[in-house]
């Protein structure tokens, strides 16, 4: 549904008698300083924030609604959900201030290479090739939204990326980074060290490890998302078909879920990989659900957010991978990349209502939605090249080669308050 900003200060009538009027001017001032004291404590902080404080924007009245179960209790300095609605501050044209500025362009990962290509959303044409660490894998926004950070796994480092000018600016040094993370409330990041099975918390702004955390069911962590309050966040364990339910202030895994390795949906396409790869995660707009991309039994799962216990699947083409959800908040994006297609789920009815086909086939893998909602552009993962999606009709209007192996998409900018990490899942 649309986003509903409530929360501004009505006015009633003037008192135009004379014995009344210094009355009114009392009340008005002490009404203007009750809504200053409120913004103050509720808006994300001002225009020099660290990553480990909400990032600059403009300010957003609170929601009136009072907050639905699966937003109660949000841990500290994370800011409001608003309108019990994830996504209501992703919507068209709802850019950060720190961000407005920022050349519209895309950032693509080469995980067989050492480059970034940026790309013109504009003209579709490449605006300059970055280097980068060997096996890039995902470019990721920074909680503050003021620096994209490339993922090398092979050469042990991450490399940061300034927006505003789309150059290289400095590398941290990262055993095996595979994605990227952040705590809602900005001040850990969660690094997913895939090919060592380890969850490393460090410091949002210096990388310094805070703690590292292994689970030994969960091969490959991969891909997280967190719940509506930030208490905690699944993490898809890739190799061993396994979800993990981790606390974010303890920073322990508080459950797990063994995945059945064979479909149970209807209409799944027949399996190739003979085993359940849980991919990309995310929450729905209610909170109340983690869709899970599993491109092993080609399924999408469901996952009660409260019980954590699967729900339903839902039958998918070929190697279901990454889930964007629509700039209006009503439909789920996801990437087919075995079948060269993207499935379109209504989240009010948990309904696959379009399938978007590529002209020929392709392999369409991670990505994002463009700021005005128009466009869906994913990576083309075996074919080296990025597609375009027009997000109304379900077209292809762009196919632009980069050569490579081109990964995890940073579609920039986004519209948020804040990342989250991965490649732009944006609150």
Known sequence: MAARLSGAVRHGPVVARASLRSAAVTLLCATCLLTACHS??????????????????????????????????????????????VYSQTRKGMLAPQVRHDPSYLYVPDSQGSTVTVISQRTHRIVRVIRTGYLSQHVVPSYDLRTLITNSSYADELVEIN????????????????????????????????????????????????????????????????????????????????????????????????????????????????????????????????????????????????????????GLPRMPHGLYPSRNGKDLYISDRGAGEVSVLDFATDKIIDTWKIPGGGSPDMGGVSADGRTLWLSGRYDGVVYGFDTRTGRLIAKIPVGGSPHGIAVWPQPGRYSLGHTGNMR
């Open 40 to 85: 103050s404590t509720s808006a994300p902080e001002g225009a020099h924030a660290s990553p480990s404080r909400p990032p600059a924007t403009a300010t957003v009245p609170a929601s009136s609604a009072r907050p639905d179960p699966p937003f109660r209790h949000r841990i500290p300095g994370m800011p409001p959900v608003i309108d019990n609605d």
């Open 163 to 314: 927006p505003r000018t789309g150059r290289r600016t400095r590398s941290i040094a990262m055993p095996r980074p595979y994605n990227l993370y952040y705590t809602p409330d900005g001040k850990t990041a969660v690094v997913m060290i895939e090919q060592d099975n380890t969850i490393r918390f460090a410091d949002a702004h210096t990388f310094r490890t805070i703690k590292d955390l292994r689970y030994p069911g969960c091969l490959g962590p991969n891909h997280a998302d967190f719940s509506g309050n930030g208490r905690f966040f699944v993490v898809t364990c890739e190799f061993s078909g396994e979800l993990l339910k981790v606390s974010t202030l303890r920073r322990r895994v508080v459950g797990v879920l063994h995945l059945d390795p064979h479909p149970t949906a209807q209409h799944a396409a027949p399996m190739t990989m003979g085993r359940s790869v849980p991919q990309d995660v995310r929450v729905s707009p209610d909170g109340r659900t983690f869709y899970v991309a599993d491109m092993g039994t080609n399924e999408l799962r469901l996952i009660d957010a409260r019980t954590f216990r699967q729900r339903r699947t839902l």
